[in-house]
């Protein structure tokens, strides 16, 4: 076998993958804690009374908002991925990203309207330097070795959702159970520990990501015979009105809600306004993009309405996927049996226990793996990693005694609830947090990803069109399940008590789909675009992602209108056809999508 360049990464490995993948798993892991400990709150806290801490709003002024916030999280990483390659270098993108998100949740932690929506901004901007360039070192790590881009991509989605998982657990429990600034601080810690050990580990990654030079622009330029296709002055004029119409509509949407209609930038093109600027804004980006697309060469064409065709399901996917912090939590909330007494407070808090302490394990096992390669070299970065599960280890056994307590099986003296700072009861009570569903996402990919990861690396690999024909149709199913579960609630109803189980059966079928379509998207994006375009292209990827999570904030504004006039039932069997026409729609497409890939599955 002939050395490639790569060839270095692979001597030295974590379960048949280089150490640095798993450097890189830990340091996203904590990132993503960061991200969804937030983002699990943040609805909650906007709609949250003024007595409970929170600003009081309606479920559509925070579904915009939240939408807003999480599309311009993704259409920020566009930014992000120009800056890392022509400048900055993957790294340095990094670790500018991790300390603006550090910085951000800290601010949010004050609770004041200032801060919170100057944390907002830092996150939007932080995440838009790390999440391209973290994936883009994966990319970069593998590239000799494509046949194990959708194992590696999979290993390191579930690292992402190990974060998610404590995330939403930990700083969920404490922002509905002690206060919305401890789960929004807590947010921040971890943040900050991940860059600290990416920073210390950084040299295991060899030449990648560093600042790009002149003699490597040439170098690629001899590697990569393709026609290129220079932006002129008429293209980034359009590509300028487009982003800044996008822009503004993304942000007047919320501030026109926020602002009772005081605040509209688009009042002058009428009530449709916002309407009229995101219309044109399309408009222009499909004639760009069709326009460049004609201009490649064939293959490399081909292979670009590839990924436009992938990026045109993933925006649906993740407009539906999304409800989840959204109309999902509110639904867990006010529709949602969520008190337990007698046998079922025992089975959650025997569940809830497992679901801690056997992930916590897992994870543990994998981060002695690394040590045991890389703690010679990169001490200090173990060391911190370590520090950081110890925090994580001792928050998470506080949360689990409080819960006994409250429900009557630990019995605890003043002195022990004083130093615990554990508030004193008298009455055994089991409330399991709105919050806590969308951990069952995180922790059946955590349970899942190393099975699907296996079929996918086996013979039984199915082409990307059946991925995500299977991904859209168990999401589909998801929303059958809630759907059902919601048929007894009458319109206009602002309470029920549905059975937990069909909560949880739509974060099972969710994940599922996730699997399929999510982590396997980003490695075809990969595989699939020119090696000089591969930042900017996740960025492009990233972007289809901001649609579909500003689509969720949109299919969110709408469920409470829709709720009153035809039941929650009615909203959620609507997402659940759109999922089962685009199922469809991939699968019949199968045959013509493979002869533009070229032979890439």
């Given at each position: 076998?002939?050395?490639?360049?790569?060839?270095?990464?692979?001597?030295?490995?974590?379960?048949?993958?280089?150490?640095?993948?798993?450097?890189?798993?830990?340091?996203?892991?904590?990132?993503?804690?960061?991200?969804?400990?937030?983002?699990?709150l943040?609805?909650?806290?906007?709609?949250?009374?003024?007595?409970?801490?929170?600003?009081?709003?309606?479920?559509?002024?925070a579904?915009?908002?939240?939408?807003?916030?999480?599309?311009?999280?993704y259409?920020?990483?566009?930014?992000?991925?120009y800056?890392?390659?022509?400048?900055?270098?993957?790294?340095?993108?990094?670790?500018?990203?991790?300390l603006?998100?550090?910085?951000?949740?800290f601010?949010?932690?004050?609770?004041?309207?200032?801060?919170?929506?100057?944390?907002?901004?830092?996150?939007?901007?932080?995440?838009?330097?790390?999440?391209?360039?973290?994936?883009?070192?994966?990319?970069?790590?593998?590239k000799?070795?494509?046949?194990?881009?959708?194992?590696?991509?999979?290993?390191?989605?579930?690292g992402?959702?190990?974060?998610?998982?404590?995330?939403?657990?930990?700083?969920?429990?404490?922002?509905?159970k002690?206060?919305?600034?401890?789960?929004?601080?807590?947010?921040?810690?971890?943040?900050?520990?991940?860059?600290?050990?990416?920073?210390l580990?950084?040299?295991?990654?060899?030449?990648?990501?560093?600042?790009?030079?002149?003699?490597?622009?040439?170098?690629?330029?001899?590697?990569?015979?393709?026609?290129?296709?220079?932006?002129?002055t008429?293209?980034?004029g359009?590509?300028?009105?487009?982003?800044?119409?996008?822009?503004?509509?993304?942000?007047?949407?919320?501030?026109?809600?926020?602002s009772?209609?005081?605040?509209?930038?688009?009042?002058?093109?009428?009530?449709?306004?916002?309407?009229?600027a995101?219309?044109?804004?399309?408009?222009?980006?499909?004639?760009?993009?069709?326009?460049?697309l004609?201009?490649?060469?064939?293959?490399?064409r081909?292979?670009?309405i590839a990924?436009?065709?992938?990026?045109?399901?993933?925006?649906?996917?993740?407009?539906?996927?999304?409800?989840?912090?959204?109309?999902?939590?509110?639904?867990?909330?006010?529709?949602?049996?969520?008190i337990?007494?007698?046998?079922?407070?025992?089975?959650?808090?025997?569940?809830?226990?497992?679901?801690?302490?056997?992930?916590?394990?897992?994870?543990?096992?994998v981060?002695?793996?690394?040590?045991?390669?890389?703690?010679?070299?990169?001490?200090?970065?173990?060391?911190?990693?370590s520090?950081?599960?110890?925090?994580?280890?001792?928050?998470?056994?506080?949360?689990?005694?409080?819960?006994?307590?409250?429900?009557?099986?630990?019995?605890?003296?003043?002195?022990?609830?004083?130093?615990?700072?554990?508030?004193?009861?008298?009455?055994?009570?089991?409330?399991?947090?709105?919050?806590?569903?969308?951990?069952?996402?995180?922790l059946?990919?955590?349970?899942?990803?190393?099975?699907?990861?296996?079929?996918?690396?086996?013979?039984?690999?199915?082409?990307?069109?059946?991925k995500?024909g299977?991904?859209?149709?168990?999401?589909?199913?998801?929303?059958?399940?809630?759907?059902?579960?919601?048929?007894?609630?009458?319109?206009?109803?602002?309470?029920?008590?549905?059975?937990?189980?069909?909560?949880?059966?739509?974060?099972?079928?969710?994940?599922?789909?996730?699997?399929?379509?999510?982590?396997?998207?980003?490695?075809?994006?990969?595989?699939?675009?020119?090696?000089?375009?591969?930042a900017?292209?996740?960025?492009?990827?990233?972007l289809?992602?901001?649609?579909?999570?500003?689509?969720?904030?949109?299919?969110?504004?709408?469920?409470?209108?829709?709720?009153?006039?035809?039941?929650?039932?009615?909203?959620?069997?609507?997402?659940?056809?759109?999922?089962?026409?685009?199922?469809?729609?991939?699968?019949?497409?199968?045959?013509?999508?493979?002869?533009?890939?070229?032979?890439?599955?």
């Open positions: 076998m002939s050395q490639n360049s790569t060839d270095q990464f692979f001597k030295s490995t974590v379960l048949g993958h280089p150490a640095g993948l798993f450097v890189l798993f830990f340091t996203e892991m904590w990132e993503r804690f960061s991200f969804y400990g937030m983002r699990s943040l609805v909650l806290f906007f709609m949250a009374s003024f007595s409970d801490g929170g600003w009081g709003w309606d479920q559509a002024t579904s915009s908002l939240f939408g807003s916030y999480v599309g311009l999280v259409l920020s990483t566009m930014l992000g991925g800056f890392a390659d022509k400048i900055i270098g993957y790294r340095w993108a990094v670790v500018v990203g991790a603006l998100m550090t910085l951000g949740h601010s949010m932690a004050f609770e004041t309207q200032f801060t919170i929506y100057l944390g907002l901004v830092l996150l939007v901007f932080g995440n838009g330097f790390f999440k391209p360039n973290m994936t883009s070192i994966v990319s970069e790590m593998y000799d070795r494509p046949e194990k881009k959708d194992g590696a991509y999979t290993i390191f989605y579930m992402v959702n190990a974060g998610a998982f404590f995330g939403i657990l930990l700083c969920g429990y404490l922002g509905e002690v206060g919305w600034g401890y789960g929004f601080g807590l947010a921040g810690i971890f943040m900050f520990l991940g860059l600290v050990q990416f920073w580990s950084q040299n295991i990654f060899g030449h990648i990501g560093l600042k790009p030079v002149k003699k490597d622009t040439v170098e690629e330029q001899k590697e990569d015979n393709d026609k290129r296709v220079p932006f002129t008429w293209q980034l359009i590509i300028a009105v487009s982003t800044l119409l996008g822009l503004l509509w993304i942000i007047n949407a919320p501030a026109t809600k926020i009772k209609g005081n605040f509209n930038v688009f009042g002058f093109l009428g009530e449709n306004g916002n309407g009229i995101i219309v044109t804004a399309l408009i222009l980006f499909i004639i760009l993009l069709v326009y460049r004609i201009q490649y060469s064939k293959t490399t081909e292979k670009l990924v436009t065709f992938f990026a045109f399901i993933t925006i649906f996917f993740w407009a539906i996927f999304e409800q989840s912090p959204n109309s999902l939590t509110v639904f867990a909330e006010k529709y949602t049996n969520r337990l007494t007698g046998n079922s407070s025992v089975i959650f808090l025997v569940v809830n226990s497992l679901m801690t302490i056997v992930p916590l394990l897992i994870i543990n096992w981060m002695y793996l690394l040590f045991r390669k890389t703690f010679a070299k990169y001490a200090i970065a173990n060391i911190t990693l520090f950081s599960f110890v925090i994580i280890w001792i928050i998470a056994l506080w949360m689990l005694a409080k819960d006994y307590y409250t429900a009557g099986y630990l019995h605890l003296s003043d002195s022990t609830l004083e130093f615990l700072r554990i508030a004193k009861t008298n009455e055994p009570l089991t409330e399991v947090p709105a919050t806590w569903f969308s951990t069952l996402n995180s059946f990919i955590i349970t899942l990803a190393p099975l699907f990861s296996k079929v996918w690396e086996s013979k039984y690999n199915p082409n990307a069109n059946v995500y299977i991904g859209m149709f168990l999401l589909g199913l998801g929303m059958v399940a809630v759907a059902f579960g919601a048929n007894g609630i009458a319109p206009g109803a602002e309470s029920a008590s549905v059975s937990m189980i069909w909560l949880i059966l739509v974060f099972l079928f969710h994940t599922m789909g996730e699997l399929c379509i999510s982590p396997v998207g980003l490695s075809y994006v990969s595989k699939l675009v020119p090696a000089r375009m591969i900017f292209m996740f960025g492009v990827w990233y289809a992602v901001a649609i579909g999570m500003k689509g969720a904030g949109m299919f969110g504004e709408s469920v409470e209108a829709i709720a009153d006039e035809k039941g929650i039932s009615y909203f959620f069997w609507m997402l659940a056809i759109v999922s089962f026409i685009l199922a469809a729609f991939s699968i019949l497409m199968a045959p013509f999508i493979k002869k533009l890939m070229h032979g890439v599955r």
